[in-house]
């Protein structure tokens, strides 16, 4: 008589630790706009028509917000102090949205503006806030990248507010304008236009034939304005609705960039 060998049990499954690493593909994406332009041409208020609630960190004073805030009451604002306790108030903000339930909540987090932020982090580390030295000047340049990308990181949409700054070509005399960050150094305001942001909006104002206003946002590079956003479903030029163009690009197959 003979017996059969008792089946061999599958081997076990051995576990992937670096596999474990993968992100998932997630149900809900979060975007990274610079809104910048001239003044008074709605950036403020165009970046507080995101999805709320909505953080402020506003360094650009209270009066700044009150058009915004008026047509979205969903936003909590926290005036930034224009140097000592900058850099400390910043730091808490970031640590009350990864940490805390309200924080976690927070759809939307808005730097107005990024050269004033910039500025009153430069004061706030300089031993000698009248002439800071060239190295706190690119401690701070490091200190506000950084703190831009840990926004990026949370799982929520992150709007940077800018003025606007322009270079001319000695040569041909084109005149390009791109976000000011608070420094000449145009490297420097690359990173905020690059690998950061998937939009970065012109923001302009106009007037049709009736007197009405308008305030719409170029969305593509043209007429020596710096612009683009990731997968083109936003066209050319868009009236300024952040809540819109979210929606937008979260609905769209993703295709070549437009920039």
């Given at each position: 008589?003979?017996?059969?060998?008792?089946?061999?049990?599958?081997?076990?499954?051995?576990?992937?630790?670096?596999?474990?690493?993968?992100?998932?593909?997630?149900?809900?994406?979060?975007?990274?706009?610079?809104?910048?332009?001239?003044?008074?041409?709605?950036?403020?208020?165009?970046?507080?028509?995101?999805?709320?609630?909505?953080?402020?960190?506003?360094?650009?004073?209270?009066?700044?917000?009150?058009?915004?805030?008026?047509?979205?009451?969903?936003?909590?604002?926290?005036?930034?102090?224009?140097?000592?306790?900058?850099?400390?108030?910043?730091?808490?903000?970031?640590?009350?949205?990864?940490?805390?339930?309200?924080?976690?909540?927070?759809?939307?987090?808005?730097?107005?503006?990024?050269?004033?932020?910039?500025?009153?982090?430069l004061?706030?580390?300089?031993?000698?806030?009248?002439?800071?030295?060239?190295?706190?000047?690119?401690?701070?340049?490091?200190?506000?990248?950084?703190?831009?990308?840990?926004?990026?990181?949370?799982?929520?949409?992150?709007?940077?507010?800018?003025?606007?700054?322009?270079?001319?070509?000695?040569?041909?005399?084109?005149?390009?304008?791109?976000?000011?960050?608070?420094?000449?150094?145009?490297?420097?305001?690359?990173?905020?236009?690059?690998?950061?942001?998937?939009?970065?909006?012109?923001?302009?104002?106009?007037?049709?034939?009736?007197?009405?206003?308008?305030?719409?946002?170029?969305?593509?590079d043209?007429?020596?304005?710096?612009?683009?956003?990731r997968?083109?479903?936003?066209?050319?030029?868009?009236?300024?609705?952040?809540?819109?163009?979210?929606?937008?690009?979260?609905?769209?197959?993703?295709?070549?960039?437009?920039?």
């Amino acid at each position: 008589m003979t017996t059969e060998a008792p089946a061999k049990a599958p081997p076990k499954k051995q576990a992937d630790p670096f596999a474990e690493k993968f992100a998932p593909i997630s149900a809900q994406r979060f975007w990274n706009a610079v809104l910048y332009g001239p003044e008074k041409v709605g950036k403020t208020t165009g970046a507080l028509s995101a999805p709320g609630p909505i953080l402020l960190l506003n360094a650009e004073g209270s009066n700044s917000s009150h058009f915004g805030r008026s047509r979205n009451p969903n936003v909590h604002e926290i005036i930034v102090p224009v140097d000592e306790g900058a850099k400390a108030l910043l730091d808490e903000a970031f640590l009350w949205l990864r940490d805390t339930p309200a924080g976690k909540a927070t759809q939307t987090v808005v730097l107005d503006s990024l050269s004033e932020i910039h500025g009153a982090i430069l004061r706030d580390m300089a031993k000698d806030k009248d002439h800071p030295s060239l190295p706190e000047r690119g401690d701070t340049n490091t200190w506000l990248e950084r703190y831009a990308m840990s926004l990026r990181d949370l799982p929520l949409n992150v709007v940077i507010v800018a003025h606007e700054t322009w270079t001319k070509d000695d040569v041909t005399g084109v005149i390009e304008r791109s976000p000011y960050t608070g420094t000449s150094n145009v490297a420097y305001g690359k990173k905020f236009t690059g690998p950061f942001a998937d939009i970065v909006a012109y923001l302009g104002r106009s007037i049709d034939e009736n007197g009405a206003e308008h305030y719409g946002a170029q969305l593509v590079d043209g007429n020596g304005r710096r612009a683009g956003h990731r997968g083109g479903a936003l066209g050319v030029s868009r009236e300024v609705n952040l809540t819109e163009w979210f929606a937008v690009m979260n609905a769209a197959p993703q295709t070549e960039e437009k920039a």
